[in-house]
């Protein structure tokens, strides 16, 4: 097959960031203002943490059934499901406007964490499909990009547009704007998705691409395909790394707000600040991951500096965040975000290099259940251990894991499949 490059790939990858921005500022909506929510609602922490914890919990039992149906029906059908469960899931949180309606909130939280299932495992999958052999991580970057800048939104707008003012009336005008916004955004991406996504390229984009576009239907297999990955020593490996890793980022989100207030009582603001802080330098964490990787190739070497880089971040702001001087947390905040979420795409695309031919909507959802499962025992467990020993204690335990996860990394084998292809084709 004719391999060339189509222009429209350009507005898939940015459409399908913005609506994984929109549902990454749900996610974290209600976490990022826990006191507030608290109080309105009038229910325990636990409760609210619930609400971030849904998105994780949904995950695990339905990927497989999306992932089947992502490789049997394609791109268009599982973007148009995500966004459309997006949008739904914010207009039923407008019905949820008084202190007694808490489990309508839930709802409209859990339909969308059912579109966070048709989202999270997407990026490497549009990166293969529509982008080119030297473009591909960058385009995956792209993809991460938007999901992680929805937790910075989430981090940043709530605290502004909903203040901690004591009359509820007040209260529930001020959450009713920030939810009507939400909704008007997530429908006007759905209705975008409708017009611009489509399934794929007229022509494949690389010759890795064009292999698997040619291999006849009947020759795939989706239980085998899973079966292949299980027996995958590295990508198991990596999918533990990742799991840490990740469930350590999903922990600290979930519980910042509690972390700052402890120590820093009435700075909801720069609570939400630093949250903002974290994703940003992580954003740019990211992008520069995924331009390194194009030129350079180098995918185990990456992921193990970044890994430990995490590693020291996390310790820097484990014995920073009650020194009582809110810049330093602001700057070791920073330095944990560059490289705890810039490690997000490197883990897909290592995951595609070390899987290929397989779906990387499989490996990359194996990878995201990996995250969930640690993702809800790391915040639960952290959180009790906070409330009994303190966060520097909370911390202390997260910093654990990473070590592990560093260790782990080290002894992954850079098995780059996919890059193999694509030579052994240039050179027939």
Known sequence: AEVRLSRRRWAVVLLFSSYSLCNAFQWIQYSSINNVFLRFYGVSTFAIDWLSMSYMLTYIPLLFPVAWLLDKRGLRLIALAGSALNALGAWVKLGSLKPHLFPVTVLGQVICSLAQVFILGMPSRIASVWFGSHEVST?????????????????????????????????????????????????????????????????????????????????????QSILRLIRNANFLLLMVTYGLNTGCFYALSTLLNRMVIHHYPGEEVNAGRIGLTIILSGMVGALISGIWLDRTKTYKQTTLVVYIMSLAGMIAYTFTLSLGHLWVVFVTAGMLGFFMTGYLPLGFEFAAELTYPESEGTSSGLLNVSAQIFGIAFTISQGQIMDRYGTKAGNIFLCSFLFLGTVMTAFIKADLRRQQANLDNEQT
């Open 139 to 223: 385009a995956c970057s792209i993809a991460v990009f938007g999901n992680q800048l929805g937790i910075a939104v989430g981090f940043l707008v709530p605290p502004v547009l909903v203040p901690n003012v004591e009359d509820v009336e007040k209260l529930a005008y001020h959450i009713s704007i920030m939810f009507f916004m939400t909704a008007g955004v997530a429908t006007a991406l759905f209705i975008l998705v409708v017009i611009v996504f489509k399934e794929k390229p007229p022509h494949p984009p690389s010759r890795a691409q064009a292999l698997i576009q040619s291999r006849p239907p009947e020759e795939y297999s989706y239980v």
